[in-house]
């Protein structure tokens, strides 16, 4: 079993987190208070406040994990994940800007280095310490934003390690395993993602007096849009939906569906058609479909791909 539609990816952000415990003052904390076990009170200090350049270089780290993790699937426990390749040069493009922000603060921070740590003796008075701070040539060192993509294993591999033959059989066996409930679990997962968005989505565009907000629409929009690329099992009625829902949302605002009561009726009835197949589709997944439901389901899929 060879996977020719992906690659595995990692993503490794190295901070200096700018903190630390002070034991001097944990212990004079606990004293005071009579804590008979020091290790229950511990006092961290910043080590650099109020510092914006390390917000703005926070916020990058926060971005790029948070795109990581939306445009992959999962692989494995907190290791590498799957990049279908036709995401990828959607996903380089912008972990790419991430990187190149990251790495403009980190030059920020190392040029302001001195000037921040005066701003944080007078900020911190006596809990200052300047054994606490790495010098200005060592602080670079301490941040690193990388990226690495690697193929993805393939089974037959197994067969050429030297094993015996049985035991290499059983190998190749339990990684096509394995692989296969991988993708299985990856694609309900995207089932699920856009059918919670959906149903949150339309459940307040039914609710005539519930205000729609501009991001509970681009939740539905952007995930539809990004499914597609994501779909490494070719499901075709996930890219369906998703290319439907892309469609009927496109120039849908909160401002439109609050002022026009026809706009807004039209985009309801659109995202009930939809969550309702989806709903049928979910159901068959789960168990076989009763007979006489077949033909409806059936039926609203026609209506669906003409009107795509």
Same mark, same amino acid.
């Given at each position: 079993m060879?996977? @020719? =539609?992906?690659?595995?990816?990692?993503?490794?952000?190295?901070?200096?987190?700018? =903190?630390?415990?002070?034991?001097?003052?944990?212990?004079?904390?606990?004293?005071? /208070?009579?804590?008979?076990?020091?290790?229950?009170?511990?006092?961290?200090?910043?080590?650099?406040? @109020?510092?914006?350049?390390?917000?703005?270089?926070?916020?990058?780290?926060?971005?790029?994990?948070?795109? /990581?993790?939306?445009?992959?699937?999962?692989?494995? /426990?907190?290791?590498?994940?799957?990049?279908?390749?036709?995401?990828?040069?959607?996903?380089? @493009?912008?972990?790419?800007?991430?990187k190149h922000q990251f790495e403009v603060a980190v030059l920020g921070l190392i040029d302001q280095y001195d000037g921040i740590r005066e701003e944080a003796r007078k900020v911190l008075g006596q809990l200052y310490s300047e054994s606490d701070y790495p010098d200005k040539q060592s602080l670079k060192y301490k941040y690193d934003f990388d990226m690495k993509v690697m193929t993805m294993p393939a089974s037959e591999g197994m067969l050429h390690l030297g094993l015996a033959d049985k035991e290499a059989q059983d190998l190749c066996a339990k990684l096509e395993a394995d692989m296969r409930d991988t993708f299985k679990r990856a694609n309900r997962r995207m089932w699920e993602d856009l059918h919670e968005r959906l149903e949150r989505l339309s459940a307040k565009l039914m609710d005539g007096d519930a205000y729609v907000r501009e991001e509970t629409i681009a939740a539905v929009r952007d995930l539809a849009d990004l499914l597609p690329r994501l779909n490494v099992t070719n499901d075709e009625k996930l890219d369906?939906?998703?290319n439907r829902l892309k469609g009927s949302l496109t120039n849908v605002s909160a401002a439109m569906v609050k002022n026009d009561p026809s706009a807004? @009726?039209?985009?309801?009835?659109?995202?009930k058609t939809v969550?309702?197949?989806?709903?049928?589709?979910?159901?068959?997944?789960?168990?076989?479909?009763?007979?006489m439901a077949a033909?409806?389901? =059936?039926?609203?899929?026609?209506?669906?791909?003409?009107?795509a």
């Open positions: 060879e996977i @020719k =539609n992906a690659v595995l990816v990692s993503l490794n952000i190295s901070v200096w987190q700018a =903190n630390r415990q002070d034991k001097k003052i944990s212990e004079q904390v606990t004293d005071a /208070h009579q804590v008979t076990d020091r290790r229950l009170g511990r006092f961290w200090k910043s080590l650099l406040p @109020k510092c914006q350049v390390l917000d703005t270089l926070y916020a990058a780290q926060r971005a790029a994990r948070t795109f /990581h993790y939306e445009n992959t699937l999962a692989w494995m /426990h907190d290791g590498p994940r799957i990049l279908p390749t036709a995401n990828y040069e959607s996903y380089m @493009k912008a972990m790419r800007g991430f369906m939906l998703a807004r @009726k039209r985009v309801a009835d659109e995202a969550f309702s197949v989806m709903q049928a589709f979910m159901g068959q997944k789960r168990a076989p479909p009763a007979p033909p409806a389901v =059936n039926a609203t899929v026609m209506e669906l791909k003409r009107a």
